[in-house]
């Protein structure tokens, strides 16, 4: 390249760069600010549900309305949050039989597949959709949690300890087998207050997380007899259950659980 020509090409470059420079100032090398965290929006308790008809079929609507929401966020719960292979395609039940007392259950059928049922005065008792998707919530959280395999486990290791207690104090037969039933039946009550309180927990950010109020649904502990909390009782207390449920709502809130 010819001289001539090195010099216009150099005038050109530096006729540039005067001209960016004089538009945007080079900034001078210094310490620099740090990036400002992204706040993480505080999850937020749903407003509660507003009341029901008062009458069966208004109860009846909200289930529908209910199950809707709560099935699909159910079986994404469980899939997330099991810690075992078990079935998460929950089949919803409603044990329409006459006179049958207010309760829900969990089981599982031949194929292992999940059944939470609800009796229809179960329903009926209810007064909003806060209530019955608290008790959806709850019920699959007894699954998730393997409270089903885990019971019959706690009921044959207490049978096995009182009847080898009376065995060796010299009890006969009649007494070994009533000591083992005893057994099975004190099992399965002492550790079923502990599991209720578990499904409490897990039950109330299952209903959160689907956008319903689990604080709002848990009233219904109010309208319920009260069992206390006595050594053997099966459940326990409404206290109890009612600041598990705030406890949830407020480790969610913090961001301790999603």
Known sequence: MGKQIWRQWRAAIVATALALSACAPMPVAGPQPLPQPIPVPVPTLPSPSAPHAATPDGAARSFVQVMRRMEPAVQQECLNRRTRPIRCDFVFVVDDRPGLEPNAFQTIDRSGRPVVGFTL???????????????????????VLNHLDRKSGASTAAAVVLGSLATAYGGDAAAVERAQQIGASVGSRYYSKEWELEADYLGSIITLNAGYDPINGSRLFQRIPDPGNHILGTHPSRAQRLAQVRRAVDDVQAGRVR
């Open 121 to 143: 005065s179960l329903i009926a008792q209810t007064v909003n959709p806060d209530e019955i998707a608290f008790v959806v919530g709850h019920e699959a959280a007894h699954h």
